[in-house]
């Protein structure tokens, strides 16, 4: 089963599931008090009991999933919304080689730190934005008016549910600034959060067994006036800690009361002369999930 949250004009935000190629509605945003995702996660098994629900509720007249991936971010027709509520998204970093990689390489003075977080028994863990902080489909990813050099993080996401269970997936984007997480770690809430940091979407990928990984491939390419300037893949298979592993340690003396999204970490960074620019667009495509497509903005 596949979770989409999607915007209906005269109505709102409003929750569906696909069957095929149609979302068919069966609850709102307004008529759940903006909290349907966060009531979800709330069960022992949430996938079990949103099959319990929407087998009972008269499902709305269906819409394209197509037609909603197409259209822009327009209050006069539907169109897709970050696949949220209530919940924080976290993120796990230098899961992969290449990540460990890539920020030893723009440390100053500080790689070692994460060579020895890439192989330790603790992961790197931090929250990566709010729900208001969150971008959906097509809506735009912000780089920093600070920073000058930023790139796009392409990360499969794990939906988690309030007692820690993997309920689901969807693509996230974390972006960065690494010319400010470079020249101190200690910089890496400034160069991680802050408005429109984050993207996630299309869809959620509900999860109806309980295991520790699945191998996703996950492909990152970038546009600058029409024409593609980066292109890079990786698989979760290459990550060296299991999902099952990271939300272990994500539930440590911690409290999720509406769920968490947790993205995994990047296995995919641009090269050292990249960044990205203002009006630049990012794809990142699982074949699973879709594909999660942002412009880029910058200053007001």
């Not at 509605?25 to 996938?47: H, I, K, M, R, Y």
């Not at 969807?170 to 408005?195: F, H, M």
Request: glycine share 10%; with cysteine; aromatic share 8%.
């Amino acid at each position: 089963m596949k979770l989409v949250h999607y915007y209906s004009p005269g109505q709102g935000g409003a929750w569906g599931l696909l069957e095929f190629d149609t979302v068919h509605p069966f609850a709102t945003d307004e008529g759940c008090g903006g909290a349907f995702l966060s009531s979800l996660l709330q069960w022992p098994n949430p996938v079990e009991a949103l099959a319990a629900i929407y087998g009972e509720v008269q499902r709305g007249e269906g819409i394209s999933l197509d037609e909603l991936l197409a259209a822009p971010v327009d209050p006069h027709v539907p169109h897709l919304l970050a696949p949220l509520d209530l919940q924080e998204v976290w993120a796990a970093g230098v899961t992969y080689q290449r990540s460990k990689v890539a920020r030893m390489e723009e440390s100053v003075g500080g790689g070692s730190f994460y060579d020895r977080v890439y192989d330790a028994e603790r992961p790197e863990l931090f929250l990566k934005a709010t729900p208001s902080r969150v971008s959906g489909p097509n809506a735009p990813v912000r780089i920093r008016k600070d920073a000058a050099w930023n790139v796009p993080e392409p990360e499969l996401t794990v939906l988690v549910s309030s007692t820690g269970r993997i309920v689901g997936y969807t693509i996230g984007n974390d972006v960065s600034s690494r010319d400010i997480e470079g020249e101190n770690p200690l910089y890496l809430p400034q160069a991680k959060v802050y408005r429109q940091s984050c993207a996630l979407g299309p869809v959620i990928w509900l999860e109806t067994e309980e295991i520790e990984r699945r191998p996703f491939d996950i492909t990152l390419t970038i546009e600058r006036n029409g024409a593609e300037v980066f292109s890079g893949s990786t698989n979760t298979n290459q990550m060296r800690r299991t999902f099952a592993d990271l939300v272990s340690w994500l539930m440590r003396d911690n409290v999720l009361p509406h769920g968490a999204f947790l993205m995994t970490g990047t296995g995919v960074v641009p090269g050292d002369e990249f960044t990205l620019l203002p009006g630049d667009v990012v794809n990142i495509a699982v074949p699973e999930l879709g594909v999660l497509r942002n412009p880029v903005v910058q200053g007001d």
